[in-house]
């Protein structure tokens, strides 16, 4: 079992909240690995458990057990937090604040920039000032949303 220890942002209904982070990697089974993210918020411990290596479902399902009202707001949350076309290391996304993405084939013409790739590699839990939680109506190639609606 491989465990990170980190932060994570969340946004109640005035404030931005630093709560500490722990994921969880069990890969011991070879079909499928178990992924638990879990946070401290007033004290209370919420989990959120999936199975995809790119942690999507887990933050999906960790965002439905939090509290009404209280947002995660990270990369893997961010509109502008996009996977790669062509697959992701675990906990990676990659971040187009400053470029238009209407589709797919916008990504795929991005990561034939090397530099690109390069320099615009964030982690999952990572926020910054140009935060904007996804939404149906902006692209985002990133399962977060879906994962959060199934």
Excluded: R
């Amino acid at each position: 079992m491989k465990e990170i220890n980190s932060y994570i942002n969340l946004i109640d209904s005035s404030n931005i909240l630093k709560v500490p982070l722990t994921i969880k990697i069990n890969n011991d089974d070879e079909i499928e690995q178990k992924i638990e993210i879990s946070i401290i918020y007033n004290k209370i411990k919420y989990v959120g458990v999936g199975t995809d290596y790119l942690w999507a479902d887990a933050f999906a399902n960790l965002q439905t057990n939090l509290p009404k009202g209280i947002v995660i707001a990270c990369c893997m949350t961010c509109k502008h937090g996009n996977m790669c076309p062509f697959g992701n290391e675990p906990g990676e996304l990659f971040c187009t604040k400053n470029i238009n993405i209407n589709d797919k084939n916008d990504l795929m013409n991005l990561f034939d920039n090397e530099d690109f790739y390069n320099h615009n590699s964030v982690s999952s839990e990572f926020y910054c000032d140009k935060y904007t939680h996804q939404n149906m109506e902006c692209y985002t190639y990133n399962d977060y949303l879906l994962e959060l609606h199934k």
